[in-house]
């Protein structure tokens, strides 16, 4: 059977991605995607594997989007700017892209070398955000470690509409975000 014209990987990959931020990572079945691209769930593996390899390459698409949208907030800043506009750009991908957000966070499996290398670059961007604070490599992993902790907590939360409080949420970013910037320095 020869493939379906104007269905590849990447279309495939982005109506996957379009699917789980909308309706969750649980949602995604063969099925689905099949049913959004108007074709039979068969006519998918003329371009993928499964839903395994569906996920990896979402996993893989939304590491470079995120890495993309952390490297362009830091760019050219330095010190508590670079921290802050990667805490922002963090959190405002986890606003965009919830379902993608849900795929970065595992840990790549030790032989997939290419998610290793993706999820390699989002680390050495945040640890060059930290390279003016003249801190110890062991320290900079667990500044590292602290702040997508504390990033991570904060954005989940917030998905999960546990801030019903009424006050800024933007501010209790901001005091979160400047708090770690002082015990750091």
Request: proline share 4%; hydrophobic share 40%.
């Amino acid at each position: 059977m020869s493939p379906r014209v104007g269905l590849d990987v990447k279309r495939i990959i982005e109506t996957a991605a379009e699917l789980v931020d909308k309706e969750g990572v649980d949602s995604l079945t063969l099925a689905t995607i099949a049913r959004k691209l108007n074709v039979r769930p068969p006519s998918l593996f003329n371009h993928i594997e499964g839903l395994h390899s569906i996920k990896r390459e979402l996993s893989l698409y939304g590491l470079t989007l995120f890495y993309e949208k952390i490297e362009e907030a830091s760019r050219e800043k330095n010190k508590n700017e670079a921290i802050f506009s990667f805490a922002y750009a963090y959190i405002q991908f986890a606003r965009e892209h919830p379902g993608i957000y849900e795929l970065i966070l595992r840990a790549p499996e030790p032989d997939d070398y290419e998610l290793q290398a993706a999820s390699s670059r989002i680390i050495s961007l945040l640890s060059s955000c930290f390279s003016d604070y003249n801190l110890s490599e062991e320290y900079k992993i667990h500044a590292i470690r602290a702040l997508r902790s504390l990033l991570h907590g904060f954005s989940t939360l917030e998905q999960k509409a546990a801030f019903g409080l009424p006050v800024s949420i933007e501010k209790t970013f901001e005091l979160m975000i400047q708090g770690f910037i002082d015990s750091i320095k």
